[in-house]
T-cell receptor, first 115, second 110 residues
Protein backbone atom coordinates (compact mmCIF):
# COMPACT_ATOMS: atom_id res chain seq x y z
CA UNK A 1 0.00 0.00 0.00
CA UNK A 2 1.45 3.34 -1.05
CA UNK A 3 1.84 5.93 1.67
CA UNK A 4 0.90 9.59 1.68
CA UNK A 5 2.83 11.46 -0.96
CA UNK A 6 3.49 15.17 -1.22
CA UNK A 7 4.79 17.34 -3.99
CA UNK A 8 7.09 19.17 -4.22
CA UNK A 9 9.51 18.06 -1.53
CA UNK A 10 11.10 21.53 -1.48
CA UNK A 11 10.00 24.90 -2.75
CA UNK A 12 11.84 28.20 -2.62
CA UNK A 13 9.85 31.27 -3.61
CA UNK A 14 10.06 34.99 -3.15
CA UNK A 15 7.79 36.97 -0.91
CA UNK A 16 4.61 37.86 -2.77
CA UNK A 17 4.68 34.85 -5.06
CA UNK A 18 2.22 32.00 -5.12
CA UNK A 19 2.92 28.38 -4.27
CA UNK A 20 0.70 25.33 -4.52
CA UNK A 21 1.41 22.22 -2.53
CA UNK A 22 -0.11 18.88 -3.41
CA UNK A 23 -0.97 15.90 -1.25
CA UNK A 24 -2.08 12.44 -2.33
CA UNK A 25 -3.51 10.52 0.61
CA UNK A 26 -3.53 6.78 1.06
CA UNK A 27 -6.15 5.27 -1.19
CA UNK A 28 -9.46 4.85 0.57
CA UNK A 29 -8.71 7.34 3.33
CA UNK A 30 -11.61 9.75 3.62
CA UNK A 31 -9.89 12.02 6.13
CA UNK A 32 -7.15 14.32 4.94
CA UNK A 33 -5.31 16.81 7.14
CA UNK A 34 -2.83 19.61 6.62
CA UNK A 35 -0.33 20.55 9.31
CA UNK A 36 2.74 22.73 9.33
CA UNK A 37 5.85 23.10 11.41
CA UNK A 38 7.23 26.62 11.41
CA UNK A 39 10.75 27.51 12.51
CA UNK A 40 11.29 24.35 14.54
CA UNK A 41 8.21 24.91 16.63
CA UNK A 42 5.50 22.37 17.25
CA UNK A 43 3.51 20.81 14.45
CA UNK A 44 0.30 22.81 14.09
CA UNK A 45 -3.00 21.76 12.59
CA UNK A 46 -4.29 23.72 9.62
CA UNK A 47 -7.41 21.96 8.39
CA UNK A 48 -9.27 18.69 7.97
CA UNK A 49 -11.20 17.35 5.00
CA UNK A 50 -13.71 14.55 5.04
CA UNK A 51 -13.85 13.47 1.43
CA UNK A 52 -14.23 16.75 -0.46
CA UNK A 53 -15.74 18.73 2.41
CA UNK A 54 -13.86 20.96 4.81
CA UNK A 55 -14.71 19.57 8.23
CA UNK A 56 -12.50 21.80 10.34
CA UNK A 57 -10.49 24.76 9.11
CA UNK A 58 -9.93 26.37 12.47
CA UNK A 59 -6.15 26.24 12.09
CA UNK A 60 -5.89 28.15 8.82
CA UNK A 61 -3.85 31.25 9.69
CA UNK A 62 -5.46 33.71 7.29
CA UNK A 63 -7.13 34.08 3.92
CA UNK A 64 -3.85 33.84 2.05
CA UNK A 65 -4.18 30.08 2.48
CA UNK A 66 -6.64 28.15 0.33
CA UNK A 67 -7.10 24.39 0.51
CA UNK A 68 -9.09 22.25 -1.85
CA UNK A 69 -9.76 18.57 -2.24
CA UNK A 70 -11.11 17.85 -5.66
CA UNK A 71 -13.41 14.85 -5.82
CA UNK A 72 -12.32 13.72 -2.41
CA UNK A 73 -9.00 12.44 -3.67
CA UNK A 74 -5.85 14.57 -3.71
CA UNK A 75 -5.66 17.93 -2.02
CA UNK A 76 -3.89 21.19 -2.77
CA UNK A 77 -2.85 23.96 -0.44
CA UNK A 78 -2.23 27.31 -2.10
CA UNK A 79 -0.45 30.18 -0.43
CA UNK A 80 -1.06 33.50 -2.17
CA UNK A 81 0.73 35.81 -1.68
CA UNK A 82 3.45 34.12 0.34
CA UNK A 83 5.00 35.93 3.30
CA UNK A 84 8.30 35.28 5.06
CA UNK A 85 6.54 33.79 8.09
CA UNK A 86 5.00 31.09 5.90
CA UNK A 87 8.36 29.33 5.68
CA UNK A 88 8.30 25.90 7.27
CA UNK A 89 7.47 22.29 6.58
CA UNK A 90 3.94 21.51 5.47
CA UNK A 91 2.74 18.03 6.26
CA UNK A 92 -0.25 16.21 4.91
CA UNK A 93 -1.79 13.26 6.72
CA UNK A 94 -4.67 10.91 6.10
CA UNK A 95 -6.75 8.44 8.07
CA UNK A 96 -9.59 6.02 7.50
CA UNK A 97 -13.17 7.08 8.07
CA UNK A 98 -13.75 5.03 11.18
CA UNK A 99 -10.34 5.40 12.79
CA UNK A 100 -11.23 5.80 16.42
CA UNK A 101 -7.92 6.90 17.75
CA UNK A 102 -5.16 9.29 16.93
CA UNK A 103 -3.58 7.29 14.15
CA UNK A 104 -2.86 9.49 11.19
CA UNK A 105 -0.47 8.64 8.39
CA UNK A 106 1.83 11.49 7.51
CA UNK A 107 3.54 12.32 4.28
CA UNK A 108 7.20 13.36 4.07
CA UNK A 109 6.29 17.03 3.98
CA UNK A 110 7.02 19.96 1.70
CA UNK A 111 9.73 22.31 2.91
CA UNK A 112 8.71 25.82 1.90
CA UNK A 113 11.20 28.64 2.03
CA UNK A 114 9.99 32.18 1.37
CA UNK A 115 12.79 34.66 0.74
CA UNK B 1 -7.19 26.41 24.61
CA UNK B 2 -4.91 23.45 24.53
CA UNK B 3 -1.35 23.04 25.74
CA UNK B 4 1.04 20.14 26.08
CA UNK B 5 4.33 19.95 27.90
CA UNK B 6 7.10 17.45 27.34
CA UNK B 7 10.84 17.60 27.99
CA UNK B 8 12.88 19.09 25.18
CA UNK B 9 15.72 16.57 25.29
CA UNK B 10 16.51 13.17 26.76
CA UNK B 11 19.74 11.21 26.50
CA UNK B 12 20.11 7.49 27.19
CA UNK B 13 22.42 4.62 26.32
CA UNK B 14 21.81 1.62 24.12
CA UNK B 15 19.89 -1.13 25.85
CA UNK B 16 18.47 1.17 28.49
CA UNK B 17 14.87 2.17 29.19
CA UNK B 18 13.67 5.74 28.80
CA UNK B 19 10.39 7.39 29.72
CA UNK B 20 9.13 10.55 28.01
CA UNK B 21 6.43 12.34 29.95
CA UNK B 22 3.64 14.50 28.60
CA UNK B 23 1.17 16.64 30.51
CA UNK B 24 -1.71 18.31 28.76
CA UNK B 25 -4.45 20.83 29.24
CA UNK B 26 -7.46 20.70 26.99
CA UNK B 27 -11.15 21.41 27.22
CA UNK B 28 -12.55 18.16 25.81
CA UNK B 29 -9.98 15.41 25.94
CA UNK B 30 -10.54 12.38 23.72
CA UNK B 31 -7.19 10.63 23.48
CA UNK B 32 -3.40 10.89 23.54
CA UNK B 33 -1.14 9.75 20.72
CA UNK B 34 2.59 9.43 20.32
CA UNK B 35 4.54 10.03 17.13
CA UNK B 36 8.17 9.52 16.20
CA UNK B 37 9.99 11.74 13.74
CA UNK B 38 13.49 11.23 12.43
CA UNK B 39 15.30 14.30 11.11
CA UNK B 40 13.85 15.25 7.75
CA UNK B 41 11.27 12.49 7.89
CA UNK B 42 7.54 12.16 8.36
CA UNK B 43 5.95 11.83 11.79
CA UNK B 44 5.16 8.16 12.31
CA UNK B 45 2.39 6.93 14.57
CA UNK B 46 3.58 4.89 17.55
CA UNK B 47 0.78 4.50 20.04
CA UNK B 48 -2.61 5.75 21.18
CA UNK B 49 -4.37 5.83 24.54
CA UNK B 50 -8.06 6.62 24.81
CA UNK B 51 -8.56 5.03 28.20
CA UNK B 52 -6.48 4.99 31.35
CA UNK B 53 -3.77 2.40 31.48
CA UNK B 54 -0.90 0.94 29.57
CA UNK B 55 -0.77 0.08 25.87
CA UNK B 56 2.12 -2.09 24.74
CA UNK B 57 3.44 -2.40 21.21
CA UNK B 58 6.70 -4.28 21.05
CA UNK B 59 9.49 -2.28 22.67
CA UNK B 60 7.23 0.76 23.01
CA UNK B 61 4.54 1.26 25.64
CA UNK B 62 2.33 4.23 26.37
CA UNK B 63 0.45 5.11 29.51
CA UNK B 64 -2.42 7.47 30.21
CA UNK B 65 -3.97 8.87 33.36
CA UNK B 66 -6.96 11.00 32.40
CA UNK B 67 -7.50 12.19 35.96
CA UNK B 68 -3.94 13.53 36.08
CA UNK B 69 -3.93 14.80 32.47
CA UNK B 70 -0.70 12.91 32.09
CA UNK B 71 0.80 10.30 29.88
CA UNK B 72 4.15 8.84 29.03
CA UNK B 73 5.92 6.89 26.34
CA UNK B 74 8.24 4.12 27.49
CA UNK B 75 10.94 2.88 25.18
CA UNK B 76 12.72 -0.32 26.20
CA UNK B 77 15.90 -1.96 24.94
CA UNK B 78 16.94 1.25 23.30
CA UNK B 79 18.63 1.03 19.93
CA UNK B 80 20.65 3.64 18.08
CA UNK B 81 17.87 3.90 15.50
CA UNK B 82 15.53 5.14 18.23
CA UNK B 83 17.37 8.48 18.18
CA UNK B 84 14.63 10.81 16.96
CA UNK B 85 12.09 13.34 18.13
CA UNK B 86 9.01 12.08 19.94
CA UNK B 87 5.78 14.04 20.03
CA UNK B 88 2.73 13.60 22.19
CA UNK B 89 -0.49 14.79 20.61
CA UNK B 90 -4.01 15.17 21.95
CA UNK B 91 -7.27 14.77 20.16
CA UNK B 92 -10.33 16.55 21.49
CA UNK B 93 -13.88 15.28 21.50
CA UNK B 94 -15.71 16.08 18.31
CA UNK B 95 -12.58 16.83 16.33
CA UNK B 96 -10.02 14.72 14.52
CA UNK B 97 -7.35 17.40 14.52
CA UNK B 98 -4.28 16.62 16.60
CA UNK B 99 -2.59 19.18 18.83
CA UNK B 100 1.09 18.37 19.15
CA UNK B 101 3.55 19.02 21.91
CA UNK B 102 6.83 20.67 21.06
CA UNK B 103 8.64 17.32 20.91
CA UNK B 104 11.32 15.54 22.88
CA UNK B 105 14.61 14.90 21.15
CA UNK B 106 15.96 11.52 22.22
CA UNK B 107 19.61 10.83 21.73
CA UNK B 108 20.73 7.24 22.18
CA UNK B 109 24.41 6.85 22.88
CA UNK B 110 26.50 3.70 22.46
Amino acid sequence: EAGVTQFPSHSVIEKGQTVTLRCDPISGHDNLYWYRRVMGKEIKFLLHFVKESKQDESGMPNNRFLAERTGGTYSTLKVQPAELEDSGVYFCASSKGLAGGGEQYFGPGTRLTVT
Amino acid sequence: GQSLEQPSEVTAVEGAIVQINCTYQTSGFYGLSWYQQHDGGAPTFLSYNGLDGLEETGRFSSFLSRSDSYGYLLLQELQMKDSASYFCAVRDTGRRALTFGSGTRLQVQP
